[in-house]
Nanobody, 130 residues
């Protein structure tokens, strides 16, 4: 499998911003779906945002982060970002990046489960403080 490493977590004030980075070692294929998930204590892992590696590079966002978070890739394509703005207390969680071969009907609609992704990073913790 491919190796993913997240960074950028830390403490941030409520209403502030933070950018997470995920470096993917190995080839990213045009059929890949790159995703950010998060998991808060006591909660199930949930999808936050995806970007399709193929034509169009379509994105999808969970309703809870729509308009506040932005997922993107660098020009080379092996680095994934999650720009988080207007952070809320409920955004506190461990954030994971993941990658899997997955077409737009699933990747770009959020119609998938965490178990559908095989390759994961180790996670980076974001804590939103007052």
């Amino acid at each position: 499998g491919r190796h993913l490493v997240e960074s950028g977590g830390g403490s941030v004030l409520h209403g502030g911003s933070r950018r997470l980075t995920c470096v993917v070692s190995g080839e990213i294929w045009s059929g890949d779906c790159l995703a950010w998930f998060r998991q808060a204590p006591g909660n199930e892992r949930e999808a936050v945002a995806t970007i399709y590696a193929g034509r169009g590079g379509t994105t999808w966002y969970a309703s809870s982060v729509q308009g506040r978070f932005t997922i993107s890739r660098d020009s080379v394509g092996n680095t994934l970002y999650l720009q988080m703005d207007s952070l809320k207390f409920e955004d506190s969680a461990i954030y994971y990046c993941a990658i899997e071969v997955m077409g737009p009907p699933y990747c770009s609609t959020g119609n998938f489960q965490p178990r559908d992704f095989e390759d994961w990073g180790q996670g980076t913790t974001v804590t939103v403080d007052s």
